[in-house]
């Protein structure tokens, strides 16, 4: 079956450091999905990129959508202490969503 | 308030004895899904809900039931849980299907014993 795998599984950073993860899937994706998890918290949807070369942004997160459709970028531009958590990508498979294993990110201050 | 309600938030039982999580939203959405987080291994889908009476198996489906009787209504049942069923698992709905921004309950946490 379809496999999405991320990396790094963990990264400290340095407060207004920037942070990227990376997002791989086995499969072609019809589109790909970002959620973050706050420490104790649920995941909340932050975005959706559906074409081959997307790019979107907001504030200080990059999303790009790869050629391919098979891998996907999170980056964050100096980092804040607010971003702390767990980034997930997800793709769809069938009737299925398949998420990657998430990304913890630290933040010291 | 659009949400997804989980009950109950914590739980600590004991193996074998049967239990239901219940999974509730008001946003009338189609599409219900169980996924259950354990470390290092993300989210992980147990079943799935494509509308009323249709319900599928997700990639982890062993151990759990699951039925959809009425549109906002979605309860995960252990019916003799055991100690690696202890996870902590999440509701989530979506508008239309897998293809669409999932909102997510705010967990239960399980432990069996």
């Known amino acids: 079956g379809q496999q999405v795998m991320q990396i790094p599984q963990y990264q400290h950073v340095q407060e207004g450091e920037d942070f990227t993860t990376y997002c791989n899937s086995s499969t072609t994706l019809s589109n790909i999905q970002w959620y973050k998890q706050r420490p104790g918290g649920h995941p909340v949807f932050l975005i959706q990129l559906v074409k081959s070369g997307e790019v979107k942004k907001q504030k200080r997160l990059t999303f790009q959508f790869g050629e391919a459709k098979k891998n996907s970028s999170l980056h964050i531009t100096a980092t804040q202490t607010t971003d702390v958590g767990t980034y997930f990508c997800?793709?769809?498979?069938?009737?299925?969503?398949?998420f990657g294993g998430g990304t913890r990110l630290m933040v010291k201050p | 308030e659009a949400q997804v309600t989980q009950n109950p938030r914590y739980l600590i039982t004991v193996t074998g004895k049967k239990l239901t999580v219940t999974c509730s939203q008001n946003?009338?959405?189609?599409?219900m899904s169980w996924y259950r987080q354990d470390p290092g291994l993300g989210l992980r889908q147990i079943y799935y809900s494509m509308n009323v009476e249709v319900t599928d198996k997700g990639d982890v489906p062993e151990g759990y039931k699951v039925s959809r009787k009425e549109k906002r209504n979605f309860p995960l049942i252990l019916e003799s849980p055991s100690p690696n069923q202890t996870s902590l698992y999440f509701c989530a709905s979506s508008y239309r299907g897998k293809a669409y921004e999932q909102y997510f309950g705010p967990g239960t946490r399980l432990t069996v014993t």
């Open positions: 946003m009338n959405h189609e599409y």
């Open positions: 997800a793709g769809p498979a069938g009737n299925m969503l398949t």
